[in-house]
């Protein structure tokens, strides 16, 4: 059982917008910095989105993220099978001591 | 370049040893907080440890708390896992990963660890 709560899959057509939804709690995300990551096939785990919604260098910006209280949200825009992956939102807790709480993860599949 | 190349992981009988590398390089490893995060194949990202910059404060996830032991050896660019009484559902894909201003800015490929008999 996973911290954070994040659905299970979502899928989309190439071309489609979609959103993957992370829930959690004031002692993480309502009080720290969302993170998401895209973990393709067979690799690691590779940041995405940090701070909430900035990205790194030469994460294209059909890639976003944002936060509203104890949630956050990973938009993916002009969808393309290379998207097609795993997704985990990360958070610190800081309930006991500050370290990192996942989601469960999300597959997105492009149809 | 940041590079993470994890080493160590293996075949080894429940209630062994193992210990895991994490070789760095590309940055300055002395200034960044170090974590261990380790994935069942097809699951979810599990955190394991974590390792201040200069190797005095650790904290551990309660499921592996006085069986693993994170360690750091910035002479050597060098971070470490080791893993004692290893039991079956402690097989998983261990990576390491630094912590600089985001959590978890970069990687490594992972190291497979398989507790069986």
């Known amino acids: 059982q996973s911290v954070l709560t994040q659905p299970p899959s979502v899928s989309a057509a190439p071309g489609q917008k979609v959103t993957i939804s992370c829930s959690g709690s004031?002692?993480?995300?309502?009080?720290?910095?969302v993170a998401w990551y895209q973990q393709l096939p067979g690799t690691a785990p590779k940041l995405l989105i940090y701070?909430?919604?900035k990205r790194p260098s030469g994460i294209p910006d059909r890639f976003s993220g944002s936060k509203s209280g104890t949630s956050a949200t990973l938009g993916i825009t002009g969808l393309q099978t290379g998207d097609e992956a795993d997704y985990y939102c990360?958070?610190?807790?800081?309930?006991?001591?500050?370290?990192?709480?996942f989601g469960g993860g999300t597959k997105l599949t492009v149809l | 370049e940041v590079q993470l190349v994890e080493s160590g992981g293996g075949l080894v009988q429940p209630g062994g040893s193992l210990r895991l590398s994490c070789s760095a390089s590309?940055?300055?490893?002395?200034?960044?907080?170090m974590h261990w995060v380790r994935q069942v194949p097809g699951k979810g990202l599990v955190w394991v440890s974590r390792?201040?910059?200069?190797?005095?404060?650790?904290s551990y996830a309660d499921s592996v708390k006085g069986r693993f032991t994170i360690s750091r050896d910035n002479a050597k660019n060098t971070l470490y896992l080791q893993m004692n009484s290893l039991r079956p559902d402690d097989t998983a894909v261990y990576y390491c990963?630094?912590?600089?201003?985001?959590?978890?800015?970069?990687w490594g490929q992972g190291t497979l660890v398989t507790v069986s008999s």
């Open positions: 990963a630094r912590e600089g201003a985001e959590m978890g800015d970069y």
């Open positions: 590309g940055f300055t490893f002395s200034s960044y907080w």
């Open positions: 390792i201040n910059n200069d190797g005095a404060s650790t």
């Open positions: 004031s002692s993480n995300i309502g009080n720290n910095y």
């Open positions: 701070d909430n919604n």
């Open positions: 990360g958070t610190w807790d800081t309930s006991l001591s500050p370290f990192w709480v």
